[in-house]
């Protein structure tokens, strides 16, 4: 590790110097067409989770290329992405260059400087969190208390501790640190793993309230609000989460799929034979044709990882 890798900015600066590199860190595909199908997928899922209005106010922590920002920021009065990678955001900025109200801004650090207190009516963070330590977590969900407006909603993501998919994924982790050098730095953007009961803490502590929580799969998945002091407001929406529950959650067959992909990834199963397995799935869900496109994006991009299978 070189010494201009040990903090975020250069670290995901690093990631990010072209658009390729950018979305492969972005959702390991490095494919527009792929970027678009995660994105539309994670899209229809924050949809459900916040209810976004045309008339409203969006922020995005850790807005990589603007996957994201480029299904929602169209549906809304405003979409600030905001970056830790100066690279990052001007790539978001280029792609989102035609939509009325969309912008991506750079971070110097876990303070969301460009947004001013109470201006925000919903804001997310997917995928971002994973990737830092959790002092800095906890710095952001302040702000985000400090941003919303009385009322406002913000869903975020983490890796699930407690799921045993999640722990799986994490035990790789752990592996590849025994394997590492131990006089080096860990990695800055590693990912990072937590239990649902932490993350509560921390959005309590941060001055949010839970209003609703997923945490049956490898990934916790949380919804919070800046209160107002309005118990029937919060209760409705509660209410409301709940019946979008099936909307928001991560399901049983994304997980099954991602430890599956995990298998290819992690445990050296050829991608041929996981595409035939999940070729003979057929319709089971949406998500089946979205991992096919995306195993086929990363062997297409890594042919070498895998040696060719016999006819
Ligand atoms: C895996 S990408 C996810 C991007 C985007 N949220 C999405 O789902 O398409 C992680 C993003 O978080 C950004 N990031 C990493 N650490 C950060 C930090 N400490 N503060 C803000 N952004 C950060 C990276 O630059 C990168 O764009």
Known sequence: MTPRDDNYKATWNARSTNLLDGMLAVDGSADEAVLARTGAYTAAQLRAALAPGRDEHLFEIGCGVGRLGAQLAPEAASWTGLDIADNMAALARQRLAGVPGATALALDGPRLAPLADATMDKGWCVAVFIHMDKE??????????????????????????????????????????????PAQRKDVARNQFCTPEELRLYVRHAG????????DSPWVQMVVRRPDGDATRRDAERARLEAARPAIACTPLWTRLFAEACEVLIEGVHPATMLARWRALGDAGPEVPLFIAWLEAAWRRQPQSWPPQAA
Request: glycine share 8%; proline share 4%.
């Open 136 to 181: 800095d977590m906890v710095l952001y969900l302040r702000e985000v208390a400090r941003v919303l407006r009385p009322g406002g909603l913000f869903y975020f993501d983490h890796w699930n501790l407690a799921h045993p998919v999640g722990w799986r994924r994490f035990a790789y982790e752990v592996d590849e640190v025994g394997r590492s050098d």
């Open 208 to 215: 949010l309230e839970l209003v609703f929580e997923h945490s």
